[in-house]
Nanobody, 124 residues
Framework: QVQLVESGGGLVQAGGSLRLSCAASGRTVSSYAMGWFRQAPGKEREFVAGISWDSSRTLYADSVKGRFTISRDNAKNTVYLQMNSLKPEDTDVYYC?????????????????WGQGTQVTVSS
């Protein structure tokens, strides 16, 4: 079993930055693809960014491309999401996910483990 714990969310003004962290425990996720998703109440979970097991491939939603950066530190069993130039429409609960496969994908149902989420609120 893999447990994922997100941190780093909060309230920030538009144009500001936040860095989310996702710490994994239970087993190493160094061979897992990892992803960040977000979800607003009453809406479907949306892919934000993903990274392959060795960081050789990253994927981003068009809405965050050029503003968000996903990275990982396998020695620390941790994945990060650096969010810059934040907009009010980025306000959501952000979830970290792990997939017991090397390749990164955008479909949430293909991820095996999920964190509890961290709230990001961007004020205008």
């Amino acid at each position: 079993q893999v447990q994922l714990v997100e941190s780093g969310g909060g309230l920030v003004q538009a144009g500001g930055s936040l860095r989310l962290s996702c710490a994994a425990s239970g087993r190493t996720v160094s061979s897992y693809a990892m992803g960040w998703f977000r979800q607003a109440p009453g809406k479907e979970r949306e892919f934000v960014a993903g990274i392959s097991w060795d960081s050789s491939r990253t994927l981003y939603a068009d809405s965050v491309k050029g503003r968000f950066t996903i990275s990982r530190d396998n020695a620390k069993n941790t994945v990060y999401l650096q969010m810059n130039s934040l907009k009010p429409e980025d306000t959501d609960v952000y979830y970290c996910a792990a997939r017991s496969n090397f390749a990164v994908v955008v479909t949430p149902t293909r991820y095996d483990y999920w964190g509890q989420g961290t709230q990001v609120t961007v004020s205008s």
